[in-house]
Nanobody, 124 residues
Framework: QLHLAESGGGLVQPGGSLRLSCVGE????????MTWFRQAPGKEREGVAC????????HYVESVKGRFTISRDDSRRTVFRQMNDLETEDTGVYYC?????????????????WGQGTQVTVSP
């Protein structure tokens, strides 16, 4: 059975950093676009960073550019996200998701595999 497991969330002050990890169990990430989604309280789930398996390019939404970095290590079946200079608006549950496609796309309905989510809280 295909499974994604996130870790690394927690409580951090504004301006702080966190590193999230997502491990794929039961399948190889080679064939998947891997994306980090965020769901803030009372809001819809939104994609914030994506890693393409075609050319290993990375894509970010404007609100996180320059602060978040997505990377992947397919040999370890792991996707990372380094989050720096965190803001209170970054608070939410973060999910990693995989889709069997090669081009980044932030529409949640395209993703077949989801992790359980990890909570990130940015608060003074």
């Amino acid at each position: 059975q295909l499974h994604l497991a996130e870790s690394g969330g927690g409580l951090v002050q504004p301006g702080g950093s966190l590193r999230l990890s997502c491990v794929g169990e039961g399948f190889s990430l080679d064939y998947y676009v891997m994306t980090w989604f965020r769901q803030a309280p009372g809001k819809e789930r939104e994609g914030v960073a994506c890693s393409s398996n075609m050319d290993y390019s990375s894509h970010y939404v404007e609100s996180v550019k320059g602060r978040f970095t997505i990377s992947r290590d397919d040999s370890r079946r792991t996707v990372f996200r380094q989050m720096n200079d965190l803001e209170t608006e970054d608070t939410g549950v973060y999910y990693c998701a995989g889709a069997a496609m090669s081009v980044c796309d932030y529409r949640p309905r395209l993703y077949d595999h989801w992790g359980q989510g990890t909570q990130v809280t940015v608060s003074p």
